[in-house]
C-alpha cells in the first residue's frame, strides 16, 4: 500500500517535473525571443537602408543617363543642322559664344584702361591709379572668365 502510495507521488511528482521546467525555462525562452527580435528588428532596418541607398543609386545612374542622352540628342540636332546650312552656318554657330565673351572682355578691358587714365591723369602716379582702378568686382570677372574656359571645361570633359 504504500509502496502504490509512492508510486503515486512520485509518478504525479515526476509526470509534473517537464511541466515546472518548462515554466522556470519559460522566462529564459522569453528573454531570447526578445533578443531574436530585436535583432531582425535591426536586420530590416540595415536591409531598408540598403534598398533605399540602392534605389537612390539607380536613381542618381538613370539621371546621368538622361543627361547623357540629352547631350548626345543635343549634339546631333546641331550636327544636322550644321550639315543642312553648311559650313559658314556651322563656323557662326560655333563662334558665338567665344565672341560674345570676348566683346564682353574687351568692353571691360577699355573701361578699366579709361578709369586707369583718368586715375593716372588726376593723381599723377601709376601704382595709386592701378590700385584706385583694380578692384574686387575686377579680380572677380577675371577670375569667373578663367574659370570658366580652364577649369571647368577641363572638368566638364575629364567627368564625362
Known amino acids: 500500500m504504500i509502496l502504490t502510495l509512492l508510486s503515486a507521488i512520485f509518478g504525479g511528482a515526476l509526470r509534473l517535473a517537464p511541466e515546472v521546467l518548462k515554466f522556470l525555462g519559460q522566462n529564459e525562452q522569453n528573454a531570447h525571443e526578445l533578443a531574436m527580435q530585436d535583432k531582425q528588428i535591426q536586420f530590416l532596418q540595415i536591409q531598408g537602408q540598403l534598398k533605399t541607398d540602392e534605389i537612390n543609386a539607380q536613381g542618381a545612374i538613370n539621371m546621368q543617363q538622361a543627361q547623357i542622352q540629352a547631350i548626345t540628342a543635343l549634339n546631333q540636332s546641331q550636327a544636322s543642322e550644321a550639315m543642312a546650312g553648311g559650313w559658314f552656318i556651322a563656323a557662326i ?8 565673351t570676348f566683346y564682353i572682355f574687351g568692353l571691360w578691358g577699355a573701361y578699366t584702361l579709361a578709369c586707369l587714365l583718368n586715375a593716372y591723369q588726376q593723381s599723377g602716379n601709376a601704382i595709386t591709379a592701378l590700385m584706385g582702378v583694380w578692384t574686387q568686382d575686377d579680380a572677380s570677372m577675371l577670375s569667373m572668365i578663367a574659370a570658366f574656359y580652364f577649369v571647368g571645361r577641363t572638368w566638364d570633359k575629364n567627368s564625362s
Not at 554657330?93 to 560674345?100: D, E, F, S, T
Request: charged share 10%; aromatic share 0%.
Open 93 to 100: 554657330n560655333a563662334l558665338v559664344r567665344p565672341m560674345v
